[in-house]
């Protein structure tokens, strides 16, 4: 077998891997969400269901776009050793291990700010971002329900990255957790970590999800990801949404 052949059957491998991972992830937050009593989306119930449905609709097109970038690099990696990607477990890779995810996860967010912000621009927004904001308001399955064009600007990153920057693929596998995750339960309608949390030190620089809703419910504010701190060296930050009772 070639490994052009081979190459394309890595691709495809984490393309369903990623279609899989957002059934399990979204699918599962969204059960919880229900478990909880609490109604995301519309609170009409015929709009809540074609809401959902355009949300998977959008999001597995989306699964698509992210899934073949990131096989080609673990392809490169797997096949070729030609990203940056390394399972050598030394003292150097000890310590670089937490910095090393911070750094992905800075740099993502920065990525992700003033592309999100562009997207916001009354012609792209017309033509490309309002399809995640045609939730009103948002599911745990509209983590990924992006047109086309965003998908592949969020795509790239990350694959990107392990070509440029020396990373442990153990530490890989956290950020892309963290970006799963993260990317779900802020759009799920509640909030998950404690009050506490969300009102002190943690929530004035991590962002949850009664920072990210203040986006959907205002639109040009919290255009960030992970982190404040964009948001706030920029004057976007306007504070937490709070969310209606069950």
Request: include cysteine; glycine fraction near 6%; charge should be positive.
């Amino acid at each position: 077998m070639t490994d052009t052949a081979l190459l394309a059957i890595i691709a495809a491998q984490v393309t369903a891997i990623v279609i899989l991972r957002y059934f399990a992830t979204s699918g599962g937050f969204a059960w919880l969400t229900a478990r909880r009593g609490i109604t995301a989306g519309p609170r009409d119930e015929v709009r809540r269901r074609k809401q959902v449905a355009a949300e998977i609709r959008w999001s597995l097109t989306a699964a698509i776009i992210y899934g073949i970038p990131a096989g080609l690099m673990l392809g490169a990696w797997h096949l070729f050793g030609l990203t940056r990607i390394t399972t050598a477990i030394t003292p150097a890779a000890v310590l670089w291990w937490l910095p090393n995810i911070a750094l992905y996860l800075f740099v993502h967010d920065t990525w992700f700010y003033w592309t999100h912000r562009a997207m916001h621009a009354p012609a792209l927004f017309k033509r490309v971002h309002a399809v995640h904001h045609a939730s009103k308001p948002p599911t745990a399955w509209a983590a990924m329900s992006f047109h086309p064009w965003e998908s592949l600007s969020g795509a790239l990153l990350i694959p990107a990255l392990a070509f440029l920057i020396p990373i442990h693929v153990s530490a890989l596998a956290v950020v892309l957790t963290i970006a799963t995750v993260m990317g779900v339960t802020n759009h799920m309608g509640w909030e998950m970590f404690p009050q506490r949390w969300v009102n002190g030190w943690f929530g004035r620089h991590v962002i949850t999800a009664s920072h990210h809703e203040n986006h959907h419910q205002r639109y040009t504010c919290n255009y960030g990801l992970y982190f404040r701190f964009w948001d706030q060296f920029c004057g976007t930050d306007k504070g937490l949404a709070r969310f209606p009772s069950p």
